[in-house]
């Protein structure tokens, strides 16, 4: 790298919000024209350091020097002004707009008469295009591209307001591994231009593709800065970021037995209008099983496990489930089993079936509820949580002191709301809660999405656990790697079918992401923001 | 934004998931749902500061009107304690607080009941049609006008709650067109060819006379005997309101009935995956409301006037609106909301001696429920942030039941 002054110099940051510490004397160079890697987990504090850097916050005590000249950024325009673009994990593109308008739009170049000039606007990102490889077509609507484009035309963007430092928070999270590819090949080619890419990630073999340079941030700290990719291995990478070494998903032996728990076959749903969202679909769970399903978020995983949950209405096929204790019911029947294809929600969870939804704030918690209050929801009818009619608050109390101790939930007491948590908090709350009663079959959507990886692995201990004596899991989950790890069978859903059952023993994430976006037919995937949190 | 971090803990993950910052709730639903600070001392600090407020604001109000505000409150209170006006002021409350009841019932889940008003007229007035024509020995007259109420109330109710989960018509819709019907019900059925006859001697048209088997005597026999001399007649049926105010407590909070209720109105999708049927319960729910609407009027019917006529006491339903609001939906706030309520009406007549108009204590009681609402909602807020911190802080100070109970120190990563 040239000797020269750095694109972004950072000097002693700290960060401080009420009570805690986010970001703590961080030193950070940044060469010009480089990709620069900075990991860490969640929560270590990249995000509030990058958007120091993007004049989102501001910093308690530090300095920031860009091209040599200290600054003062006050305002996400000010860090703009000086040439720094951020390119956020969850797009902010206007869909019904094209690619040419959400690309200028706030910053549209003006005719003599005070129209847009589109003409200039569209020679500029044709260039901007060619010059570094962004192939998108400007007049196509933005809605109907899928993930990668529309990274793209956020990457445009940002590069259409001059930017010549981009910072890239997350970008692989919602790409399968075909569009992260394309997506490093972009980020070379701004480099070759001369632009500097600061790129977050806590996927290390991703950082040790791409970087140049990698800095390691621990516990709002940099433990670690400017390492040389082509020195540090990957273990060294997690053992820095998380100060302890890095659990993998994995299953040893096979616990699957012959007994099905859940019989799903021909399941349809349609959408309001007609349109097959679900088609089609069988799949069997056994006792001490976990089936995973893969595919692309927005292929029809979520109105599935909802048919499962009983929340949205199966159009045709049925469900059938096996009744009885864990080891209680004779094995004389490995068929069969209650059709509960029309059973309420409740009666389901009842019988047995526990369920992480996806979306914790929408569907698995109440926030402005206690904690114990959220231990109860979804075994409202169930002990320890009631006697008869009347809620058990002792009962539901202590049971939730016992989660919270045997899912390490950090909170100082259970009578805080759960919006006071953190989302990872949130989360092993909720695992522990679906995972208490013993149920027989558990719909897991994400499990160990946005948690450290500490908890990620007791979780996956439970996991493990739970399935050696007898539980059967359906896991969906955009983190291949535990996909890959955790599952027993592991099914592919695209367009709402199921189209492929692979091996998890040999499949590797690349022919899995292949499969998932329809073996080769790349263009068609629905928008989906999906986000990967494994490491 | 400025959601604290915890560099001690790397599990604070932070945006990485779709939707991990919560959305906060909107300001409308937490007023209406009466969700307020949690802590002891801001629950009872919270309403004192907002009637201090308040008071404040009434007295630059009567100042504006030329009137001396000291003389003028000093004149109200003065008033409202002399023994007749306690009197009404009690049957005015408990008037207020079946109504407010009714009304929390609905807003416990975020539905807006606005048909309450429709459902107690219709219900007491079917109930008094009822009790006239026919005469039952004691104890039974009175339990069948007062059951007929509920069951009026309730299927008058229900339709609205119908309606909703079968045609997804909106329930303030629905209730507001019930209650023009219900008036028009009344007004048809008021008339001495049908269910009422002409009261000789004037315009007034009134169903029969309900038997003096079927009516309730008042409370004050019960009263003088703990020693309380009152002049006017205290509504028999004020335990019934009492009655009420405990079960409704009781099973919002002591009943899966009442978690899946609460559960419902703070997050409907939360509550659907968790196994509540979300249609059957906003027919329950219309229906206890309009159950408890139906009481509305018994104190009157049984206990003073023992006819429905136009001179029925109206408009019930809307002043519960407001005194629901203003008590949080919480049976011993309603309480208080009622009583106050019932205070500044009784005492308005009292202003045009002082050269007040009457009507500026319309003005009071919106600034009172204007003001408790807006500083539980900005309490409530200030609650949570400092919640949030207080939960972040405790934990980088290691203090952590998790880890407490496992006695160790250890971090988990």
Redesign the interface.
Known sequence: MPEQVPAVRLTSITKR????????DVNLTIERGEVHALC??????K??LMKILYGM?RPDEGAIEIEGEQVTLRTPADAIGRGIGMVH??FKLADNLTVLENVILGAEPRTWFGGIDFAAARARIEEMSRAYGLSVDPDVLVETLGVGKRQRVEILKVLYRGARVLILD?PT?VLVPQEVDELFGNLRELRAEGLTVLFISHKLDEVLAVADTISVI????TVATRLDPREVTSRRLAELM???ELPTPELRDSTVTEDVQLDISGLTVLTPEGRPVVDDVSLRIRRGEIVGLAGVEGNGQTELIEAI?G?RHADAGTIRFLPGGVGGRSPTMTRGGDDITHW???????AGIA?I?E???????????TLW?NR??????QPPN?RG???D?RGARRDT?RI??A????????D??A???????QQKLIVGREMSGEPHLLIAA?PT???????QA?IWDHLRQARADGLAVLLISADLEELIGMSDTLHVIYGGRLVAEVDPRTVTPEDLGSAMTGAGDDSGDSSG???G?GS | MSEPKDPGKPDLSKAEPPSDVPEPVPAWKAIMQGLGPTGLALRIGSPLLALLISLVITMILLRATGADPFSSVQSMIDYGTTENSIVDIVNRATRYYLSAVAVAIGFRMALLNIGVDGQYRLAAFLAAALGGAITLPAPLGQLLVIAAAMVVGGVWAAIAGVLKVTRGVSEVLSTIMLNAIATGLIAYLLNDQRLAELRPGSNNVATPKIPEDGRVGSLNGFLSSIGIDLPGAVYGLLPLAIVVGIVFWVVINHTRFGFDLKVSGMSPSAAQASGVNARRMIVYTMVASGVVAGLIGMPELLGASHEYSLNFPAGLGFTGITVALLGRNHPAGIALAALLFAFLDQTSDVLQEVDVPKEIVGVMQGVVVLTVVIVYELVRRWEIRLQQRTVAAELATGHDLAREARGSTGSAS
Request: proline content about 5%.
């Open positions: 919000f009420p009570g805690v510490v986010a970001n703590r860490g987990e969640n929560g270590a504090g995000s509030t916050q994990q969850h997350e999270a621990r516990r709002g700290t998380v100060g302890s949950m929340i309420a929600t409740r009666k389901r969870r009842e369920y939804p979306d914790r704030h929408r569907h698995g918690l109440v926030l402005e509820g209050e109860m929801l979804g075994h409202q009818t009631v009619p009347w809620i608050r002191t919270v101790q899912y390490d939930v950090r909170t100082p007491g259970i805080v709301p919006a006071a948590l953190s989302g990872g908090n994400h999405r946005g948690i450290d990886v500490g908890a007791a923001d999906g986000s949190a």
